[in-house]
């Protein structure tokens, strides 16, 4: 269910903005051990591993179903003496299960929105979004999530962009800024943050889901260098030059033909990018970089769709300039999240 | 997450038709137009436009202050709105 598109219509999507107070949890949250999950436990809610869940419930751990509008008929339902402003009592969280909660930003990070997006070679020999057609759940292409739409409808088609966070300590992100710095002056990102980005970040399995930083050994080759471009009182600009060689190298199958791989990948990404830098306040302005390149194989640890060929997939960075919870999410996934910052990891 | 998608409406076929650049245009003139191709499009992820919470204990909190009941939407191996 989670994301599904039969669910989000804009009526309901309007309908929850109105009436609810949504929140995203992750399946770990069941399990807490502390008032989080006995809150879960108590209500009758049970999370998936995988696929997502809805529920509706009120503040006090009363379920009123799965459903929007049946919910809201429930939730009306309640006298109004227990549904006012106030009436219920929440108290306070207390100790946190710190092994299944999902880790929240150190203070000074500096966090980057990333959305992954898959492409297809078009035929003009541009870049077209995917549809469910390009998606092949075998090799010979007979098990498409098109085909498979009409076992879920409004379920499976087209991946959306997948959203996640890239984390810079205050320590990483100064060290991407030279001291004095001058107009032309080039050199290396520094290594942690290089390491972080590359393995963390550039990963294309992230592409359709969940999945794990990569391993030294699935990076053949990588290079990001910054080129200072502007540099006065003001403000300082830099360009990030880079590329990644990443997981298997492209088989020859795959160069030439419509043949999927669904027991390997690889990804090879060149990356730009331009940041700003106020000397003023000491804060990054802008941190916007984008990877592209041509990928093969499996898309995601889940269901192991893939696309024919080599097709391109894109990432995109952005500076987080707000404090809304949702930008607040760890990167990757909740548990692996918890050794982010360890650069032995 | 599995079954996360989008149905090819008419206002996400709009958009899908408009991409032309190419991984090789990926320099100084066409940086932002790549960047905008790769973020969410127009109607594409309609649950981004809901202002979520992301902690289970605050949702109880404000929706107990407001007077609203909660949706909760969960996700595997990480939370539903993140990268799932």
């Known amino acids: 269910m989670g994301r599904a598109p039969r669910f989000w219509t804009a009526e309901t999507v309007a309908l929850i903005k109105k009436n609810f107070v949504a929140v995203s949890v992750s399946n770990y949250d069941q399990n807490r051990q502390d008032a989080v999950g006995q809150f879960v436990r108590d209500s009758g809610m049970k999370f998936p591993g995988a696929g997502g869940s809805h529920w509706f419930v009120t503040a006090n751990g009363k379920l009123l179903g799965r459903n929007p509008k049946e919910a809201l008929v429930r939730w009306k339902a309640i006298p109004s003496s227990e549904r006012a402003p106030g009436a219920v009592h929440v108290g306070e969280l207390g100790p946190v299960d710190s092994k299944r909660a999902a880790p929240t930003p150190p203070a000074g990070t500096l966090i980057v929105k990333l959305h992954y997006r898959a492409f297809m070679h078009a035929k003009d020999g541009g870049l077209r979004y995917v549809t469910g057609a390009d998606l092949w759940h075998d090799d010979s292409g007979k098990k498409t999530e098109a085909a498979l739409e009409g076992a879920y409808p409004g379920a499976i088609t087209t991946p959306q962009a997948q959203p996640d966070h890239m984390w810079l300590s205050r320590a990483e992100w100064q060290s991407l800024m030279p001291a004095k710095p001058h107009k032309g002056d080039k050199f290396p990102v520094p290594a942690a943050v290089a390491n972080r980005l590359i393995r963390w970040h550039l990963n294309p399995l992230f592409v359709y889901g969940e999945a794990n930083p990569l391993s030294r050994k699935e990076v053949r080759a990588a290079e990001m260098t910054l080129t200072v471009t502007a540099a006065s009182a003001n403000v300082v600009r830099l360009r990030l030059d880079g590329f990644a060689r990443l997981g298997k190298e492209f088989p020859p199958a795959v160069k030439t033909s419509q043949r999927v791989c669904l027991d390997q990948w690889g990804y090879e990404p060149r990356l730009l990018g331009y940041l700003e830098y106020d000397p003023r306040k000491q804060v990054f302005t802008r941190f916007d970089i984008v990877a592209l390149g041509d990928h093969f194989g499996r898309l995601g640890i889940c269901d192991s769709a893939a696309r024919p060929g080599r097709q391109p997939l894109g990432i995109a960075f952005e500076l987080v300039t707000n404090d809304a919870p949702a930008e607040r999410i760890p990167p990757g996934r909740t548990i692996p999240a918890r050794t982010y910052f360890d650069a032995t990891k | ?84």
């Open chain 2, 1 to 84: 997450m599995f079954h996360r998608g989008v149905l090819l409406s008419g206002v996400f076929l709009a958009v899908l038709s408009a991409p032309a650049l190419s991984e090789q245009d990926l320099g100084p003139a066409n940086f932002a137009a790549l960047h905008r191709q790769i973020k969410p499009q127009p109607g594409e992820s309609r649950w981004m436009e809901v202002p979520w919470l992301i902690d289970l204990h605050e949702a109880r909190q404000k929706a107990a202050a407001e007077g609203k009941p909660i949706f909760v939407m969960s996700g595997g191996g990480a939370t539903a709105i993140g990268p799932c």
